[in-house]
C-alpha cells in the first residue's frame, strides 16, 4: 500500500478519503504491512513521513512539517528504509515532541502499517519505546536471572538467551517465534529486544507485530530497544 502526503490535521476516516484524491505527483511512502493490528482507528491526529529517496546522503527524505504536538502522531515510514536510516530520524521525533512546551501528556505515537487483513490502514504504537542506537558492546544488556536479550539478525536468525534454560541459547526465526516465546514466559522475567541495524523497517514491524500477537501473560517487555551494528 502507497500512502500519500497529507497537509491536514485529520481523522482517520478524513485520511482514507484523502488517500485516493491525492495528487498522483505527489511523493509516496511504501508502508510496512502487518497482519489484523490492534489498533485501526485513531482521532485527532498528525502525520510525519519518512521517504526512501536515493537522491538524499542517507537515502531518507523526513517531512515534519504538519506534525502537531498535541495530536498523536502518525509516522509513516517507508518499509524499504533500514533500521540505520529510519531510527535516527524517529529519535528526533520523539524528542521533540518530549520537550515540547505545548505537547499533549495524553497524546501517543504510532507507526502507519497496511493491514492485510482489513485491507485498510492499521497501526502500531511505540510512544514508550526508547531506541538506544549502535551499541557496539552488546553487553550493555547484561545476560542476567531476569533479563533474557532477543537477538533479531539481518539473516532472519533470532537468538533467545535464557540464562536458566539448557541449551543457553534458543535458535528461533520468523516462523516459530510465537511458540518460543510463549514456551520461555514466565513471571518476573524482561525481554530486551535487540535489532540488527541493517534490518528493513518491514522486517522490525513484521518481528513487533509477531511478539505483540504472542500475547505474553507473565514476563514483560523493555521499553528499551536496541539498533546494534
Request: charged share 25%; proline share 3%; hydrophobic share 40%.
Amino acid at each position: 500500500m502507497m500512502i500519500r502526503k497529507i497537509t491536514k490535521n485529520l481523522t482517520i476516516s478524513g485520511l482514507l478519503s484523502l488517500l485516493f484524491m491525492a495528487c498522483g505527483k505527489d511523493k509516496v511512502v511504501l508502508l510496512p504491512e502487518i497482519n489484523q493490528a490492534k489498533t485501526t482507528q485513531i482521532q485527532d491526529v498528525s502525520a510525519a513521513y519518512l521517504f526512501y529517496d536515493e537522491s538524499q546522503p542517507d537515502s531518507v527524505e523526513l517531512n515534519r512539517r504538519n506534525l502537531i504536538s498535541t495530536t498523536n502522531w502518525l509516522i509513516n515510514v517507508d518499509k524499504r528504509l533500514s533500521l540505520n536510516q529510519a531510527i535516527p530520524h524517529i529519535k528526533f521525533l520523539q524528542e521533540k515532541k518530549s520537550k515540547s512546551s505545548h505537547k499533549n501528556e495524553l497524546a501517543k505515537n504510532y507507526f502507519t502499517c497496511n493491514d492485510l487483513i482489513i485491507k485498510n490502514l492499521g497501526f502500531l504504537e511505540f510512544t514508550n519505546i526508547n531506541y538506544v542506537i549502535n551499541t557496539l558492546n552488546k553487553s550493555t544488556t547484561q545476560v542476567s536471572k531476569n533479563i533474557k536479550p532477543i537477538n533479531f539478525d539481518a539473516n532472519g536468525d533470532i537468538f533467545i538467551l535464557n540464562p536458566n534454560a539448557k541449551p543457553f541459547v534458543t535458535l528461533s526465526n520468523k516462523a516459530t517465534l510465537i511458540e518460543d516465546l510463549k514456551r520461555i514466559d514466565s513471571t518476573g522475567f524482561v525481554w530486551s529486544l535487540r535489532f540488527d541495524k541493517k534490518l528493513s523497517f518491514q522486517e522490525y514491524i513484521s518481528y513487533k507485530a509477531l511478539i505483540e500477537k504472542a500475547q505474553i501473560q507473565n514476563a514483560s517487555i523493555s521499553n528499551e530497544e536496541f539498533i546494534d551494528d
